[in-house]
């Protein structure tokens, strides 16, 4: 791997070697950096972090440097044939934050910026993967199957009672995951899928409600918002 530095302290990693890994890969991600990434001509700078926690394979971070803004995606694994779908979503997460297309969800309680970060990544994940699902046929499928195992045995693995805040934190997750299976054809007749919302609605009775709630409101917003609409919100909620 080519490692450069661009003044922001740390080694990257070249997009050029990742994109050219990534197309042999993958005729989607070939075809989706040819159409989408290629349109844009800003920076993206690729950073290996092999400590990245479980939960994330890549992310997606925006960073000022006077007035400018650089984006950086981290990466835990050098990329193999079902980590195309992964590079894309990032890439496409930098590009409509380039264009200022993502939604923006702030809190001015510091104590809890994390929820308006997951709440953004709530909405903004399906949107991505609507994106690359409908227009450049990338297969949501494998991916979606992994996150649910983890999901699975986290879910085995919560202690109860917990606090309420807790149960929020979780809801955010889990209409997160309902948004993204949403773009699933059939997802009702995957088993697991079904056996996991069948356990969450009974071990997480609270954290079940309120991501109902969660999608109640999305649904409503996007029914409002018909541009925002024709950008995947409906689709996703659907």
């Not at 003044?7 to 050219?20: N, Q, T």
């Not at 075809?31 to 400590?51: G, L, S």
């Not at 999901?151 to 948004?179: G, T």
């Not at 409002?224 to 689709?235: L, N, V």
Request: with cysteine; proline share 4%.
């Amino acid at each position: 791997m080519e490692e450069t530095s661009f003044g922001l302290g740390e080694p990257f990693i070249d997009e050029s070697v990742l994109a050219d890994v990534l197309c042999e890969l993958s005729p989607e991600f070939e075809r989706f950096y040819r159409e989408e990434r290629q349109r844009y001509d800003f920076p993206i700078y690729f950073e290996w972090k092999p400590d990245l926690d479980e939960g994330n394979r890549a992310l997606t971070r925006e960073i000022r440097i006077k007035t400018e803004k650089i984006y950086k995606i981290c990466f835990r694994n050098y990329p193999r044939n079902d980590d195309a779908l992964i590079f894309a979503h990032e890439i496409e997460h930098a590009i409509r934050a380039y264009n200022e297309l993502s939604l923006k969800i702030e809190s001015k309680d510091e104590d809890l910026s994390y929820l308006a970060k997951d709440l953004m990544s709530m909405l903004e994940d399906s949107i991505v993967d609507s994106i690359l699902y409908k227009n450049y046929n990338f297969n949501l499928l494998p991916s979606y199957e992994k996150g649910l195992k983890r999901a699975r045995m986290q879910l085995s693995n919560i202690n109860l009672p917990r606090e309420l805040s807790s149960d929020f934190v979780s809801a955010i997750y889990l209409c997160n995951q309902k948004l993204r299976w949403n773009l699933i054809p059939n997802q009702h007749l995957n088993e697991e899928w079904a056996e996991y919302l069948d356990c969450c609605k009974t071990r997480l009775p609270n954290t079940w409600t309120m991501s109902e709630i969660l999608l109640f409101f999305i649904s409503e917003t996007a029914a409002a918002h018909p541009r925002r609409k024709r950008r995947g919100i409906q689709g996703a909620a659907a």
